[in-house]
């Protein structure tokens, strides 16, 4: 696809390390969510080149704080930005901990063909050899490219393209945290050009049916996970709360320890809706397995780790709690 005009793209920023400071060019201790948005934009004139750029904070926060009003305020804001005429795409600057989250709730509930990219860092603005600067600049080079329109909410970080759907943090601090360990990247950035090659296939902004713009809260789900000689109280005290959905951070193809196999059984029959899903960080939780999903109405996670599994079982009970509706929903997005 030719593009003929410069590029608009809107740099939303929520915080995280890419604006973090330290005290040392070599240390590691720093707070994140310290510098604003001209600060960022100003650490990379080079952005200039690639599009008219605009700036503007949504929240300040390091990651691990991400809360479900933040996804909400951030889906809509989204949604109205995408909406304006001069403007062709987002980057969302965030922090690395929940970003695959966040970037997973914005693929269901943006509801655009424009570019949304999320980048961050994993060394603060202040370190030597930080990553932020250049993961910037290329998550604007991403959102810029004609080739990225109807490629859903996507990530750049250390020259690589992520789907959300796929993406994942695999290491506690390396600059190549970001894996996406079943499918691979959708793509590459190098000099500035991006280079795709492949599109997600399932349904995503355009084609998702699920729509926040109405709401200021999200069904409450929780997550439980599975270890030898582990305990049914966590479940208890999860359905004791009301809580509407649990999803099992199972051992291997998403199987449960006896114990707490019995807790969620009684959940899954009092109507709080069990998803199994697996701590192994890579793989399918499969729909036939030791697990015997119909008998106890659970929903298989199929390749979605826990964390995007409650964001979807999440938005699956702003529509229904029917099981096998949200079990077609697992296999839809
Ligand atoms: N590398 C990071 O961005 C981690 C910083 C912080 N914990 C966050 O997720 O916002």
Known sequence: MQKTERSRIAILTTGGTIAGEGQSQTGGAYTSAKLGVQQLLEAVPELHDVADITGEEVVSIGSQDMSDEVWLTLAKRINAVLAQDDIDGIVITHGTDTME???WFLHLTV???KPVV????MRPATARSADGPLNLYNAAVTAASPEAVDRGVMVVMNDTVFGAR????MHTSGVDTFQAPNFGPL?????????FQRRPEMHHTM???????????LPQVGIVFGYSNCSPLPVNAYVGAGYQGIVHAGLGNGNIHCDVLDALVNASRDGVRVVRSSRANSGSTTMAGEVDDEQYGFIASLHL???KARVLLQLALTKTTDRDAIQNYFLTY
């Open 101 to 103: 989250e966040t970037a």
């Open 111 to 113: 509801h655009s063909n």
């Open 118 to 121: 999320l980048t961050g860092a």
């Open 166 to 169: 796929d993406v994942t943090k």
């Open 187 to 195: 793509g590459y950035v190098h000099d500035g050009i991006v280079t």
């Open 207 to 217: 084609t998702s049916e699920f729509d926040v713009s109405g709401l200021d809260k």
């Open 305 to 307: 780790n826990p964390q």
